[in-house]
């Protein structure tokens, strides 16, 4: 996607999806897990609320949306990593504490979790 901004500067903007897998190829799991897992959260960080964040109807993406992207671009680097993380992405969240806690609940124990299974957030 190409945005318009001051002085007719063009700014070249990426999917979601691909900033997810390039970000991956460059970043530990648990970092990748934690990007993931705020691009599928239903926040967003805001200086337009005192606390400094916002609820948002949609997320920017999701796990499926990732997935399909990786399966359909299978030659990119980060690939793998990125294929990785989704097994963990907590989806749904409305704030980065709800979404860090629900991580460290579900997260396998050689990754600094509990192990305690899947959830779903707010539904």
């Known amino acids: ?9 063009d700014l070249y903007v990426v999917c979601p999806e691909l900033a997810f897998v390039q970000y991956a190829a460059n970043h530990d799991l648990i ?5 993931g897992s705020a691009l599928c959260s239903n926040f967003m960080l805001t200086d337009e609320c005192t606390s400094g ?3 948002v109807s949609t997320s920017v993406t999701s796990v499926a949306k990732i ?3 990786i399966s359909n671009n299978s030659y990119m680097s980060g690939n793998q ?7 963990y992405i907590v989806q749904g969240a ?10 460290c609940l579900t997260l396998p124990r050689q990754y600094g979790g509990f192990a305690l299974g899947k959830i779903t957030m707010n539904k």
């Open 81 to 87: 990593q990125a294929n990785r993380a989704l097994r």
């Open 94 to 103: 409305w704030s980065p504490r709800e979404s860090a806690l629900a991580l």
């Open 1 to 9: 996607c190409i945005y318009e901004i001051r002085n007719s500067v």
């Open 67 to 69: 997935k399909k992207f």
């Open 53 to 55: 964040i916002a609820q």
């Open 31 to 35: 970092d990748v897990i934690r990007t």
